[in-house]
Nanobody, 115 residues
Framework: QVQLVESGGGLVQPGGSVRLSCATS????????MGWYRQAPGKQRELVAS???????NYADSVKGRFTISRDNAKNTLYLQMNSLKPEDTALYYC?????????WGQGTQVTVSS
């Protein structure tokens, strides 16, 4: 079955950087577009960034110029490089894939931006 496992979160100071990873299994990774979402306490889950199977990317306005989504098809892994972090980036970050009308989610990795 499809499995998504996020890692790389933690506590980081404002202005700092962190790279999230999403290791996938049970799917042919190179065939699918992928996305990173986040959910802060009391807020709805929102799309942060997405990447097509061809490598085209899209970003939420709030993270443009600071975050970079990428993929390594040889490693079946999705990444999110997060720079110039702000306290409002604090959230649980999830990776996502949609296969045949079914949405798959990982368990999430917490990113907390605080001094």
């Amino acid at each position: 079955q499809v499995q998504l496992v996020e890692s790389g979160g933690g506590l980081v100071q404002p202005g700092g950087s962190v790279r999230l990873s999403c290791a996938t299994s049970g799917m042919i990774f190179r065939l699918y577009g992928m996305g990173w979402y986040r959910q802060a306490p009391g807020k709805q889950r929102e799309l942060v960034a997405s990447i097509t199977r061809g490598g085209s990317t899209n970003y939420a306005d709030s993270v443009k110029g600071r975050f970079t989504i990428s993929r390594d098809n040889a490693k079946n892994t999705l990444y999110l490089q997060m720079n110039s972090l702000k306290p409002e980036d604090t959230a649980l970050y999830y990776c996502n894939v949609r296969i045949a009308a079914t949405e798959y989610w990982g368990q999430g990795t917490q990113v907390t931006v605080s001094s």
